[in-house]
C-alpha cells in the first residue's frame, strides 16, 4: 500500500522545480582564481594515475582485466586505468538494476529530480576543476572547449530535465465527463536502459544515462574508454548527491561485449547512445533479430544520435568576415570532434579568392599544442585509430586530382596524435571528403556558379547521408528562405548567420535524422518522452443502474 502511495505521488507531484537557467561561463583569464584551480587541477592529474573499478549495486568491482587511458596530447603518460567489465559482472549489474528499480520507481518525483538538481551544483562547486581537467588531459580538449562541455552543458542538462520532465507530468487530459476523473501516468520502461556514451563530449556522458534515470528508470552506463576518467568524476557527484546504489552502473569496457550481453535480455528496454552510425546500425539490427526471435517483453525504445557531414553555405550576399571566422571555429574547435563539426561548406565562385586568402591565414595563426597549455587553440585528436583514420583521407587528397590542400596536412603522432587544421579544395562536389565523416579538423570546400545557387542547394541536401546541423550565411531575405526551404531535411538544427556548432541546452534542442540518429532531441522535453511510458486512468464516481440504454425504451 505505501508502495502505491508513493507512486501516484511519484507522477502527480505539484512541487515546483526551480526555473533553470543557463550555466554562467568563465574565461580563466590572466590573475582570475578560475585560472589558478583549474591550473593546479590539471597539474594533478597529470601526475598521478587514477584506478578506475566497475560499480555494480555501489560496491567496486576490480576485475584485473585492465585498459589504460592515455593523455591524447602527450600519449606516453597513462592518464588512468580502468578494470573492463565481463559477463559475471555485467550479469551481476543486471540483476541489481531489476532489484533497485523497485525502489527507485516509486520514489517521488521531486526525490530523484534533487538528486540531479544537487549533481549539478556539485560540478559546479566541488568537482567542477577535476572535471575540467579530466576533459583537457583525457580529451583532448582546451580551456574554453571544457568549459562549454564538461561543466557548462552538464550542468544544463542536469537543470533544465528536471524542468521538462515536471512539464510531462503536468500533461493530463483536459475533459472530463461528469462523475469522472480521467488522468496519466508516466510510467518509466518496463527493464533497464543501455547508456552507451562517447568520448567527446563528457557533458553527453552526464546526460544518457541521467535523463532515463530522472524518470523512474535504472540504468546501466558504458562510458567511452578514452574518456572514462571524467565520466568517472561524473558517476562521482552522482552518488554524492544521493543517487541510491544500483540506479545506475557504471560499466567501462568493451563495447562490443558490454552492448551484445545486455541487448541479449528480455529486460532490455531501451538504449541512450551517442556515437558511429555504423554501430548504431549494428544494435538496431540486433535488437530487431532479437524482436523476432520473441525475446523481449516489449518493443525496446531505441534513442540515438549518431554521425554527421554539417556545412556551412554561403550565398554571395553573405558577411564574409562572419562565415570565414564561423567556419574557422566550427571546422576546427576541438580538432573537428563534434558530431556538429562544420566538415563541408559551398562557396560563391565570386567570393571565392577572397574567402581561400582569409582561410588560410586564419590557420596559419592557430597553435597547436598540449590540451592544458592554455594559449593552444587546437591539441591532439583522441587516438590512434582515429589518427591513422583521418590521415588516410589528407593522403588520399595529396594524390587526387579531383582535391587540392590549401593549407595544412601535416600529420605528427610523435608525441600525441597531432593533426593539423586542414582545408580541402574540391574540384568535383562527390569527392569523398565531401561526402564522408572524418570526424577530425578536415574542412572540405566546393566552389559554385553563383547563378546556381538552388542548384548547389540541392547538391548539399543530397551529397551526405547524414542530418545534423547546417548553416546558411546570406543578407538577401529571400536566399535565406530559399536555402532554409531546401534544406529543411539536411539538417535537424539550422542556424542562420551562424555556425553549425555550439548548440545550447534550454535553446536550441539538439538532433538531426537521416544517418544522424533518431532526432529525439536532447535539451528539451521530447527525449525524455522516449523514458516513459504512458498509462491512461479513467475513475468513475457514478453507479451503472442498468445495462439498457434510454433509447432501447419502448414509445408504447
Same mark, same amino acid.
Given at each position: ?78 592518464? @588512468? +586505468? ?6 559475471? =559482472?555485467? %550479469?551481476?549489474? *543486471? &540483476?541489481?538494476?531489476? /532489484? ?33 581537467? @579530466? +576533459? ?6 582546451? =580551456?574554453? %572547449?571544457?568549459? *562549454? &562541455?564538461?561543466?557548462? /552543458? ?403
Amino acid at each position: 500500500m505505501l508502495r502505491n502511495s508513493f507512486k501516484l505521488m511519484s507522477q502527480f507531484s505539484r512541487a515546483s522545480i526551480p526555473t533553470p537557467i543557463n550555466q554562467q561561463l568563465y574565461n580563466y583569464e590572466v590573475g582570475s582564481v578560475q585560472r589558478k584551480l583549474l591550473k593546479e587541477a590539471c597539474e594533478k592529474l597529470r601526475n598521478s594515475t587514477i584506478d578506475i573499478p566497475c560499480i555494480v549495486g555501489g560496491k567496486e568491482i576490480r576485475t584485473g582485466d585492465i585498459q589504460k587511458q592515455l593523455i591524447c596530447s602527450d600519449h606516453n603518460k597513462v592518464l @588512468a +586505468t580502468f578494470h573492463q567489465a565481463n559477463t559475471q =559482472v555485467l %550479469q551481476e549489474a *543486471i &540483476d541489481n538494476s531489476l /532489484e533497485a528499480k523497485l525502489k527507485w520507481e516509486t520514489l517521488p518525483f521531486e526525490a530523484r529530480a534533487s538528486v540531479f538538481l544537487k549533481t549539478a551544483e556539485l560540478l559546479n562547486t566541488k568537482y567542477r576543476y577535476e572535471v575540467m581537467a @579530466a +576533459t583537457m588531459l583525457g580529451q583532448g580538449k582546451t =580551456v574554453w %572547449q571544457a568549459e *562549454i &562541455d564538461s561543466t557548462a /552543458e552538464s550542468i544544463d542538462f542536469l537543470r533544465f530535465n528536471p524542468k521538462y520532465a515536471e512539464e510531462i507530468y503536468s500533461q493530463q487530459p483536459p475533459a472530463n465527463s461528469p462523475g469522472v476523473w480521467n488522468r496519466v501516468e508516466y510510467r518509466p520502461l518496463e527493464g533497464y536502459v543501455v547508456a552507451i556514451s562517447p568520448f567527446n563530449f563528457t557533458a553527453i556522458g552526464a546526460n544518457l544515462p541521467s535523463s532515463p534515470a530522472l524518470m523512474g528508470n535504472v540504468v546501466l552506463w558504458k562510458p567511452a574508454s578514452t574518456a572514462v576518467l571524467s565520466n568517472y568524476i561524473v558517476f562521482k557527484a552522482f552518488r554524492e548527491a544521493g543517487l541510491p546504489d544500483g540506479v545506475i552502473q557504471f560499466l567501462p569496457g568493451s563495447g562490443r561485449v558490454i552492448g551484445d550481453f545486455l541487448l541479449d535480455n528480455k529486460n532490455f528496454a531501451g538504449l541512450h547512445f551517442t556515437g558511429s552510425t555504423g554501430v548504431f546500425n549494428g544494435i538496431y539490427k540486433r535488437t530487431a533479430d532479437n524482436l523476432v526471435k520473441g525475446l523481449y517483453r516489449g518493443y525496446p525504445r531505441i534513442v540515438g544520435e549518431t554521425g554527421g557531414k554539417d556545412f556551412h553555405f554561403l550565398h554571395n550576399s553573405g558577411d564574409v568576415e562572419l562565415f570565414v571566422n564561423s567556419t574557422l571555429r566550427a571546422s576546427f574547435e576541438y580538432q573537428g570532434q563534434k558530431c556538429s563539426a562544420c566538415s563541408r561548406a559551398y562557396v560563391p565562385q565570386s567570393l571565392w579568392p577572397e574567402i581561400k586568402e582569409k582561410l588560410v591565414s586564419g590557420v596559419k595563426q592557430m597553435k597547436m599544442g598540449q590540451s592544458d597549455d592554455f594559449s593552444t587553440f587546437m591539441s591532439a585528436v583522441i587516438d590512434k585509430n582515429s589518427f591513422n583514420n583521418i590521415s588516410s583521407y589528407i593522403e588520399h587528397a595529396k594524390t587526387s586530382p579531383d582535391a587540392e590542400i590549401i593549407v595544412g596536412g601535416k600529420c605528427d603522432n610523435s608525441v600525441g596524435w597531432f593533426v593539423e587544421p586542414t582545408i580541402i579544395h574540391c574540384k568535383d562536389p562527390h569527392y569523398k571528403s565531401m561526402e564522408e565523416e572524418i570526424f577530425g579538423p578536415v574542412l572540405s570546400i566546393y566552389v559554385y556558379e553563383d547563378a546556381k545557387f538552388e542548384e548547389a542547394l540541392e547538391l548539399c541536401d543530397t551529397t551526405s547521408p547524414y542530418a545534423l546541423t547546417g548553416s546558411i550565411f546570406s543578407t538577401c531575405k529571400y536566399a535565406i528562405n530559399t536555402a532554409s526551404h531546401k534544406l529543411r531535411n539536411a539538417a535537424g538544427n539550422f542556424y542562420i548567420n551562424d555556425k553549425c556548432t555550439g548548440a545550447v541546452v534550454g535553446q536550441q534542442p539538439f538532433g538531426g535524422a537521416r544517418a544522424s540518429g533518431t532526432n529525439d532531441k536532447a535539451g528539451s522535453y521530447l527525449n525524455l518522452l522516449r523514458w516513459v511510458s504512458a498509462r491512461t486512468i479513467k475513475e468513475n464516481w457514478l453507479p451503472v443502474t442498468t445495462w439498457r440504454y434510454p433509447h432501447m425504451d419502448s414509445e408504447n
